[in-house]
């Protein structure tokens, strides 16, 4: 079993900041990649960003220059800096990791309950 385990959400002002992490647990071989998507009310999951086990980053448009993915490898933990927040990124935040549970199986995409996140202007 794999868990991934979000926190850091909550209610902010415009402007503001807040530090989304997401930690993986149970039976991991190895971490191919992790990111976090955020859904809206009323519209699909989009990808915010995404880094690899090698460091290589990526980011949606919209959130370049005011948000920063890092990872702490030895713990298996992914970190969303968020900064100059609009109340355009108020959704739910999800964490995604795509990884090897064993060494015997591929990697496969495993996903968290999700934490909100409200930009108030």
């Known amino acids: 079993q794999v868990q991934l385990v979000e926190s850091g959400g909550g209610l902010v002002q415009a402007g503001g900041s807040l530090r989304l992490s997401c930690a993986a647990s149970?039976?991991?071989?190895?971490?191919?990649?992790m990111g976090w998507y955020r859904q809206a009310p009323g519209k699909q999951r989009e990808l915010v960003a995404i880094?690899?086990?090698?460091?290589?980053?990526n980011y949606a448009d919209s959130v370049k220059g005011r948000f920063t993915i890092f990872r702490d490898n030895a713990k298996n933990t992914v970190f969303l800096q968020m900064n100059s927040l609009k109340p355009e990124d108020t959704a739910v935040y999800y964490c995604?990791?795509?990884?090897?549970?064993?060494?015997?199986?591929?990697?496969?995409?495993?996903w968290g309950k999700g934490t909100l996140v409200t930009v108030s202007s």
């Open positions: 995604n990791a795509n990884l090897r549970a064993t060494m015997f199986l591929g990697g496969m995409d495993y």
């Open positions: 149970g039976s991991i071989f190895s971490i191919n990649a």
């Open positions: 880094i690899t086990s090698g460091g290589s980053t």
